[in-house]
Every structure is written in C-alpha cells, then in structure tokens.
C-alpha cells in the first residue's frame, strides 16, 4: 500500500469515532427537539424545561467530541 493510501486510511480510522459521537449527538437532539415541538407524532412531548436543561451537557459533548 503506497504511503499516501496508508495515510488516508489511518487519518480516516482516527476521524470516525469522533464524527460519529457528533452525528448521533447531534440526531438525539434533533429527535428532542421535533417530540418538543411537534406532539402529534406518536410519542410522547418533552417538556421545553427538560428540553433546555439538556442542550447544555449534549453540546458540551459534542464540543468535547469535536476537539
């Protein structure tokens, strides 16, 4: 495998984990977000209260992901 390959390879290897926390970090609140605002959708809302309460910590874990 040519050096360049295995580079990409390996920095791709390395990049997965992170993004992936990011993405489903980022889908569980988008999720949150719709059941807050849109009780008709067969589930069952969450409070804004709660809703707020817990944007704080998931962006924070997101950021943390990120750096």
């Given at each position: 495998m040519p050096v360049?390959?295995?580079f990409l390879a390996s920095t791709a290897h390395d990049l997965r984990t992170p993004l992936t926390?990011?993405?489903g970090r980022a889908q569980l609140l988008r999720r949150q977000v719709a059941r807050?605002?849109?009780p008709g959708s067969g589930t069952t809302?969450?409070?804004a209260?709660?809703?707020l309460a817990?944007?704080?910590p998931a962006l924070?874990?997101?950021?943390?992901?990120a750096t």
């Open positions: 360049r390959d295995d926390i990011i993405r807050a605002t849109e809302p969450i409070d209260t709660a809703l817990a944007l704080p924070a874990r997101i950021e943390a992901a």
